[in-house]
C-alpha cells in the first residue's frame, strides 16, 4: 500500500491536477509579455517553465503566485480560481506555497534560524523550542546544519540558495516554486541542488515548479514544461522535456533544447 | 520476552492522536509501533519516551519501527525520529530505518548526509567588563584612522581635481549641483523663514519691554546672517543630502557597484565622493545667502506686520545693523558644513556594510554625524570670532 500523508492526500491518481492555467495573458500596460498560456501542472510533477531570456518566465511565476494580477485568463488552484477567490482564500492557498527567490531573498537583518522560523511563528501556534527544532530539521536537509546563527551575508551564495530553500520548506507546502534555482551556482552546486529538489520531491510528494533555462537541470530533473517564446509572445510547445527534444519539430524548440547545435 | 507488550503512550483518548507502543520481541531489540496522525501542531508524544524506554532495559542493542498504523505526516515525525536518532547514536544503539515510510527513511538520510561543519556554531560568550572596553577603544582608534585616512584621500581627490586630472562624469557633477543646490530652496524657504519669524517672535516680547521693537531688526539680521542662516542650511542639507548620500553609496556597496569600479581602475573617490563634494561645497553658501534671505523677510513680515514698524524702516535699520563681515563669515561657514555634510555622508556611505540593514545604519550615522559635526563646528568658531573681536 502505498503509504497516504500529508503531502499525498489518500489514493490520488498520478495525473490529478493541481495548477491549471488557462488563456492568461500577461502584460505590463499596453506592452504584452504572452498571450494566451493553457498548461495543466499535475500532482507530483516537476514542472518546468523555459524559454530564452526576457520572454516573460519569471513574470509567469509571479503572476502564478500572486504577486502579479493576470490582464486576462485564470489559474487554478484545485478547483479555486485563484485570481477571484476572496483574500483569505487566496491567502490560505499561498500559505501551501514554497518559494525559492532567485537570489534567495533572505531577510538580510534576520539569521538563518530567524528567516525560517518566521512563518512558523506567524502561522502556527508551535512552542519556541518546537520551532527551534523544525528550524534545525529544515536547515539539516539542505545541508547547513548548525549554521542557525549565521547571517545571510555571512554566507556563500550557494548556500544562500540552500537557506531560501530551507525557508521555503519551513511550512511543509505542498508546492515549490523556484525561480532560476542553480543561477550562480557552480556545476556540482547545481548537481546537488538539483538532487535535493528531486529527492524532497520523491519524499514529500510536493508539486514543483521551476523557472530555468539550465538544460542539464531540466533534462534531468523536469517530467513536464512549458516553452515561452518572446517573439511569438506565447507557448510554442509543452509536455516532457526529453520527448520534446526527441520528438519536437519546432525549430526554435530544437534549437533550445540542443544548445544551438542540432 | 518475544512480543510482550511493554509500554502504551498516548497523548489523547482519540484513535487518530499520534501514540508510540513499545514492545520488546527479542532481548535486544526494542521495537516502536508508531501510529495515528504525526503533523506539525498535533499533539505528539515526546522523544524522551523512547530515552525512557531505552534507559529502563539495558541489553536493547537495535531499535526497529513499525509504522503501518500512521497515516499522515510531516515535519513533526522527522524531528521525532531525529532527536530518537540522536539518543541512539549517544548510547551505541543501532537505528534500523526499515521500518520507516519511504519517505521518511529518504530525509532522514539526507538530513544526516552532511555532518555539522566543525566550528560552524557560534559561541556566544560573555566577554568580561574590561576587555569590552578594551576592544570598544581599539575600534575607536581604528575609526579614527579610517576618517583621517578618507579626509586624506578626498583631499588627494580634489588636487588631482584641481589639477585637471580627476575622473568623474561632469553630468554626474551638474545633477549633484542641482540636487542640492534648486531642488533644496522649497525646505530651505520653509526653514529659514520660520527661524527668522520666530527669532522675532521671542526678542519683540523682550524688546517690547523697552519700548525698542526696532531692534528686532538687528537681532533677526545679525543672528540670521552670522550663525543660523548657515547651521539651518547645514542641518537641511544632512538630513536631506548627507542622508542620500550614504544611502546610495551604501547601496552602491550593497550591490558591488564599488568593487566594480575599483577593479576597473576608477578610483570611487573621484568618482563617486568628489562631484558630491563638490556639488554640495558649491551650492552651501549660494543656499545660506537664500536662507539668510528668507530669514529676514520672515523677521520683516513679523516686524512689519505686527509691530508697526514701517517697511522702509525695518530694512534701513537692517542694513545698518550688518556689515560685511558678517555675511563672510555665515558664508565662511556654510562653505565648512558643506565639506562635513558631503564628508560624513560619503565616509558612512562607503564605509556600510553589505546588507539592507547596514544601508539604513549607514544613512542613520551619517545624519547624526553631520548634525554634530555642525553643531560642535558653529561652537569653535563662534568662540574663534569672538577671540578675533569679528
Given at each position: 500500500?502505498?503509504?497516504?500523508?500529508?503531502?499525498?492526500?489518500?489514493?490520488?491518481?498520478?495525473?490529478?491536477?493541481?495548477?491549471?492555467?488557462?488563456?492568461?495573458?500577461?502584460?505590463?500596460?499596453?506592452?504584452?509579455?504572452?498571450?494566451?498560456?493553457?498548461?495543466?501542472?499535475?500532482?507530483?510533477?516537476?514542472?518546468?517553465?523555459?524559454?530564452?531570456?526576457?520572454?516573460?518566465?519569471?513574470?509567469?511565476?509571479?503572476?502564478?503566485?500572486?504577486?502579479?494580477?493576470?490582464?486576462?485568463?485564470?489559474?487554478?488552484?484545485?478547483?479555486?480560481?485563484?485570481?477571484?477567490?476572496?483574500?483569505?482564500?487566496?491567502?490560505?492557498?499561498?500559505?501551501?506555497?514554497?518559494?525559492?527567490?532567485?537570489?534567495?531573498?533572505?531577510?538580510?537583518?534576520?539569521?538563518?534560524?530567524?528567516?525560517?522560523?518566521?512563518?512558523?511563528?506567524?502561522?502556527?501556534?508551535?512552542?519556541?523550542?518546537?520551532?527551534?527544532?523544525?528550524?534545525?530539521?529544515?536547515?539539516?536537509?539542505?545541508?547547513?546544519?548548525?549554521?542557525?546563527?549565521?547571517?545571510?551575508?555571512?554566507?556563500?551564495?550557494?548556500?544562500?540558495?540552500?537557506?531560501?530553500?530551507?525557508?521555503?520548506?519551513?511550512?511543509?507546502?505542498?508546492?515549490?516554486?523556484?525561480?532560476?534555482?542553480?543561477?550562480?551556482?557552480?556545476?556540482?552546486?547545481?548537481?546537488?541542488?538539483?538532487?535535493?529538489?528531486?529527492?524532497?520531491?520523491?519524499?514529500?510528494?510536493?508539486?514543483?515548479?521551476?523557472?530555468?533555462?539550465?538544460?542539464?537541470?531540466?533534462?534531468?530533473?523536469?517530467?513536464?514544461?512549458?516553452?515561452?517564446?518572446?517573439?511569438?509572445?506565447?507557448?510554442?510547445?509543452?509536455?516532457?522535456?526529453?520527448?520534446?527534444?526527441?520528438?519536437?519539430?519546432?525549430?526554435?524548440?530544437?534549437?533550445?533544447?540542443?544548445?544551438?547545435?542540432? | 520476552?518475544?512480543?510482550?507488550?511493554?509500554?502504551?503512550?498516548?497523548?489523547?483518548?482519540?484513535?487518530?492522536?499520534?501514540?508510540?507502543?513499545?514492545?520488546?520481541?527479542?532481548?535486544?531489540?526494542?521495537?516502536?509501533?508508531?501510529?495515528?496522525?504525526?503533523?506539525?501542531?498535533?499533539?505528539?508524544?515526546?522523544?524522551?519516551?523512547?530515552?525512557?524506554?531505552?534507559?529502563?532495559?539495558?541489553?536493547?542493542?537495535?531499535?526497529?519501527?513499525?509504522?503501518?498504523?500512521?497515516?499522515?505526516?510531516?515535519?513533526?515525525?522527522?524531528?521525532?525520529?531525529?532527536?530518537?536518532?540522536?539518543?541512539?547514536?549517544?548510547?551505541?544503539?543501532?537505528?534500523?530505518?526499515?521500518?520507516?515510510?519511504?519517505?521518511?527513511?529518504?530525509?532522514?538520510?539526507?538530513?544526516?548526509?552532511?555532518?555539522?561543519?566543525?566550528?560552524?556554531?557560534?559561541?556566544?560568550?560573555?566577554?568580561?567588563?574590561?576587555?569590552?572596553?578594551?576592544?570598544?577603544?581599539?575600534?575607536?582608534?581604528?575609526?579614527?584612522?579610517?576618517?583621517?585616512?578618507?579626509?586624506?584621500?578626498?583631499?588627494?581627490?580634489?588636487?588631482?581635481?584641481?589639477?585637471?586630472?580627476?575622473?568623474?562624469?561632469?553630468?554626474?557633477?551638474?545633477?549633484?549641483?542641482?540636487?542640492?543646490g534648486?531642488?533644496a530652496?522649497?525646505?530651505v524657504?520653509?526653514?529659514s523663514?520660520?527661524?527668522?519669524?520666530?527669532?522675532?517672535?521671542?526678542?519683540?516680547?523682550?524688546?517690547?519691554?523697552?519700548?525698542?521693537?526696532?531692534?528686532?531688526?538687528?537681532?533677526?539680521?545679525?543672528?540670521m546672517v552670522r550663525v543660523m542662516g548657515a547651521v539651518m542650511a547645514g542641518?537641511v542639507m544632512?538630513?536631506?543630502?548627507?542622508?542620500?548620500?550614504?544611502?546610495?553609496?551604501?547601496?552602491?556597496?550593497?550591490?558591488?557597484?564599488?568593487?566594480?569600479?575599483?577593479?576597473?581602475?576608477?578610483?570611487?573617490?573621484?568618482?563617486?565622493?568628489?562631484?558630491?563634494?563638490?556639488?554640495?561645497v558649491l551650492m552651501m553658501p549660494l543656499l545660506c545667502i537664500y536662507a539668510d534671505l528668507m530669514g529676514?523677510?520672515?523677521?520683516?513680515?513679523?516686524?512689519?506686520?505686527?509691530?508697526?514698524?514701517?517697511?522702509?524702516?525695518?530694512?534701513?535699520?537692517?542694513?545698518?545693523?550688518?556689515?560685511?563681515?558678517?555675511f563672510l563669515i555665515g558664508i565662511i561657514q556654510a562653505g565648512i558644513f558643506g565639506?562635513?555634510?558631503?564628508?560624513?555622508?560619503?565616509?558612512?556611505?562607503?564605509?556600510?556594510?553589505?546588507?539592507?540593514?547596514?544601508?539604513?545604519?549607514?544613512?542613520?550615522?551619517?545624519?547624526?554625524?553631520?548634525?554634530?559635526?555642525?553643531?560642535?563646528?558653529?561652537?569653535?568658531?563662534?568662540?574663534?570670532?569672538?577671540?578675533?573681536?569679528?
Open positions: 500500500m502505498r503509504l497516504a500523508h500529508n503531502f499525498i492526500i489518500g489514493q490520488m491518481p498520478e495525473t490529478q491536477p493541481h495548477i491549471i492555467v488557462k488563456d492568461l495573458t500577461m502584460a505590463f500596460g499596453t506592452f504584452v509579455v504572452q498571450r494566451d498560456l493553457t498548461f495543466t501542472i499535475n500532482r507530483s510533477d516537476i514542472f518546468i517553465i523555459m524559454g530564452g531570456s526576457g520572454c516573460g518566465k519569471s513574470t509567469l511565476m509571479r503572476h502564478m503566485i500572486g504577486l502579479i494580477a493576470p490582464v486576462k485568463g485564470q489559474i487554478f488552484y484545485d478547483d479555486v480560481n485563484f485570481w477571484e477567490a476572496e483574500p483569505d482564500q487566496r491567502d490560505r492557498i499561498i500559505r501551501k506555497v514554497g518559494i525559492l527567490y532567485q537570489s534567495g531573498a533572505l531577510w538580510s537583518s534576520m539569521t538563518l534560524a530567524e528567516n525560517i522560523a518566521l512563518p512558523l511563528q506567524q502561522y502556527t501556534d508551535l512552542k519556541p523550542d518546537q520551532v527551534r527544532e523544525l528550524v534545525t530539521l529544515k536547515l539539516a536537509l539542505v545541508g547547513l546544519a548548525g549554521f542557525d546563527d549565521y547571517y545571510p551575508s555571512e554566507i556563500s551564495g550557494g548556500m544562500q540558495k540552500r537557506a531560501g530553500l530551507a525557508r521555503a520548506m519551513a511550512m511543509d507546502p505542498e508546492i515549490l516554486f523556484f525561480d532560476e534555482p542553480s543561477a550562480g551556482l557552480d556545476p556540482i552546486s547545481a548537481r546537488l541542488l538539483d538532487d535535493l529538489i528531486l529527492e524532497l520531491r520523491e519524499s514529500l510528494g510536493s508539486t514543483v515548479v521551476i523557472v530555468t533555462h539550465e538544460l542539464a537541470s531540466i533534462f534531468a530533473i523536469g517530467n513536464n514544461s512549458v516553452f515561452l517564446d518572446a517573439d511569438a509572445k506565447t507557448m510554442i510547445a509543452q509536455g516532457d522535456p526529453n520527448k520534446l527534444l526527441a520528438e519536437s519539430t519546432n525549430p526554435l524548440v530544437h534549437k533550445f533544447l540542443t544548445r544551438g547545435e542540432g | 520476552m518475544p512480543n510482550n507488550k511493554l509500554t502504551v503512550v498516548e497523548t489523547s483518548p482519540a484513535g487518530k492522536t499520534a501514540k508510540i507502543i513499545f514492545e520488546q520481541p527479542d532481548r535486544d531489540v526494542l521495537l516502536i509501533i508508531l501510529d495515528g496522525t504525526w503533523t506539525v501542531g498535533a499533539p505528539l508524544p515526546l522523544a524522551d519516551e523512547v530515552e525512557k524506554q531505552m534507559a529502563a532495559s539495558r541489553a536493547v542493542r537495535r531499535i526497529q519501527f513499525k509504522t503501518d498504523g500512521i497515516s499522515n505526516w510531516d515535519s513533526a515525525l522527522l524531528t521525532f525520529l531525529i532527536k530518537v536518532a540522536d539518543g541512539c547514536s549517544k548510547n551505541d544503539i543501532a537505528f534500523e530505518k526499515d521500518g520507516l515510510p519511504e519517505g521518511v527513511a529518504r530525509l532522514i538520510a539526507l538530513a544526516t548526509a552532511v555532518p555539522e561543519r566543525k566550528g560552524a556554531r557560534k559561541d556566544t560568550v560573555r566577554e568580561p567588563f574590561l576587555s569590552r572596553v578594551g576592544s570598544a577603544a581599539i575600534r575607536w582608534r581604528h575609526s579614527i584612522d579610517e576618517t583621517l585616512a578618507f579626509i586624506g584621500e578626498a583631499a588627494i581627490a580634489f588636487i588631482k581635481f584641481l589639477t585637471g586630472r580627476a575622473s568623474f562624469r561632469r553630468q554626474d557633477l551638474s545633477l549633484f549641483i542641482q540636487q542640492c534648486a531642488d530652496l522649497p525646505i524657504t520653509l526653514i523663514l520660520l527661524v527668522g519669524l520666530i527669532l522675532a517672535f521671542v526678542g519683540a516680547v523682550q524688546l517690547m519691554m523697552f519700548g525698542a521693537q526696532l531692534y528686532v531688526a538687528n537681532l533677526v539680521g545679525i543672528s542641518i544632512a538630513g536631506r543630502t548627507g542622508a542620500a548620500f550614504a544611502a546610495q553609496l551604501g547601496t552602491m556597496q550593497v550591490n558591488e557597484e564599488i568593487d566594480a569600479l575599483k577593479t576597473m581602475g576608477i578610483s570611487p573617490m573621484e568618482f563617486l565622493v568628489l562631484p558630491r563634494m563638490l556639488a554640495l529676514v523677510l520672515g523677521g520683516l513680515i513679523v516686524g512689519v506686520g505686527m509691530l508697526d514698524i514701517g517697511l522702509i524702516q525695518y530694512v534701513h535699520q537692517t542694513r545698518a545693523a550688518l556689515n560685511l563681515s558678517f565639506v562635513l555634510v558631503a564628508l560624513a555622508g560619503c565616509l558612512r556611505g562607503m564605509q556600510c556594510g553589505r546588507s539592507a540593514s547596514a544601508v539604513g545604519q549607514a544613512t542613520t550615522t551619517a545624519v547624526v554625524t553631520s548634525i554634530v559635526a555642525i553643531i560642535v563646528a558653529t561652537g569653535i568658531i563662534t568662540v574663534v570670532c569672538n577671540m578675533l573681536g569679528i
